[in-house]
T-cell receptor
C-alpha cells in the first residue's frame, strides 16, 4: 500500500530551527509537496520538490532524496505564527496526491 | 495567487437533512476540483474528483448517493451531503489544480459541518 510517515507533533522554541521529516512509500513518484495548515483553515502551499536536493525559500527550505523516499522541511528563525500543522504529500504515478497525517508544530516563547 | 472560496464556512444541521457546500474558483477556471474531508488530527482524505461536464469520480468507500457532487460550471462545484448523520460531521475542503506546469493545488478555506 501507499504510506506517508511524519511525526505527529514537535515542539520548538521561538527563534530556533526545526526540521520536520517525511518518509514515503508510494506507487510511483511525481513530486512531493509541503503544505502549512493552521487549525480550522485550509492548507497553504509551501514547497514542491521533484528532483533531489535542497530548495530554499526564505525561512523555509525543503529537501528531497528520492532514493531514500525521504524529505524534510526546515524552518529557520521560528516565529510564533509558524505554529501550525505541516502536511507532507506525494504525487503518485497516477498524479494523485497521497497525504501524510501532518505534523503539529508547537512554538514556545 | 489564485483564490478558491467555499460557502458556508460553518454549518450545523439536524440528522436526516441535506447540506450543500459550494466551492468556487474566483479568478481562474477549473475543469477539475477535488473534495476532501478531514477528521481532527488526521490526514486529508480525498473523497472525489469533480469534473466539469461529466460525472464525478469517487474514491473507494465513498458513497456517491450520499455525497452528491455537481460541477455546474468552470468555476463552481458543489458537494451535497444527503440525509446527514452525526458521523458525517467533519471538515470538508475543496481544491482546484493551479494548472500550467505545476501540480500545486489551491485550497478553499474549508467548511465545518456539524450534524446534531
Amino acid at each position: 500500500g501507499q504510506n506517508i510517515d511524519q511525526p505527529t507533533e514537535m515542539t520548538a522554541t521561538e527563534g530556533a530551527i526545526v526540521q520536520i521529516n517525511c518518509t514515503y512509500q508510494t506507487s510511483g513518484f511525481n513530486g512531493l509537496f509541503w503544505y502549512q495548515q493552521h487549525a480550522g483553515e485550509a492548507p497553504t502551499f509551501l514547497s514542491y520538490n521533484v528532483l533531489d536536493g535542497l530548495e530554499e525559500k526564505g525561512r523555509f527550505s525543503s529537501f528531497l532524496s528520492r532514493s531514500k523516499g525521504y524529505s524534510y522541511l526546515l524552518l529557520k528563525e521560528l516565529q510564533m505564527k509558524d505554529s501550525a500543522s505541516y502536511l507532507c504529500a506525494v504525487l503518485d504515478s497516477n498524479y494523485q496526491l497521497i497525504w501524510g497525517a501532518g505534523t503539529k508544530l508547537i512554538i514556545k516563547p | 495567487g489564485a483564490v478558491v472560496s467555499q460557502h458556508p464556512s460553518r454549518v450545523i444541521c439536524k440528522s436526516g437533512t441535506s447540506v450543500k457546500i459550494e466551492c468556487r474558483s474566483l479568478d481562474f477556471q477549473a475543469t477539475t476540483m477535488f473534495w476532501y474531508r478531514q477528521f481532527p488530527k488526521k490526514s486529508l482524505m480525498l473523497m472525489a474528483t469533480s469534473n466539469e461536464g461529466s460525472k464525478a469520480t469517487y474514491e473507494q468507500g465513498v458513497e456517491k448517493d450520499k455525497f452528491l457532487i455537481n460541477h455546474a460550471s468552470l468555476t463552481l462545484s458543489t458537494l451535497t451531503v444527503t440525509s446527514a448523520h452525526p458521523e458525517d460531521s467533519s471538515f470538508y475542503i475543496c481544491s482546484a489544480p493551479a494548472g500550467g506546469d505545476t501540480y500545486e493545488q489551491y485550497f478553499g478555506p474549508g467548511t465545518r459541518l456539524t450534524v446534531t
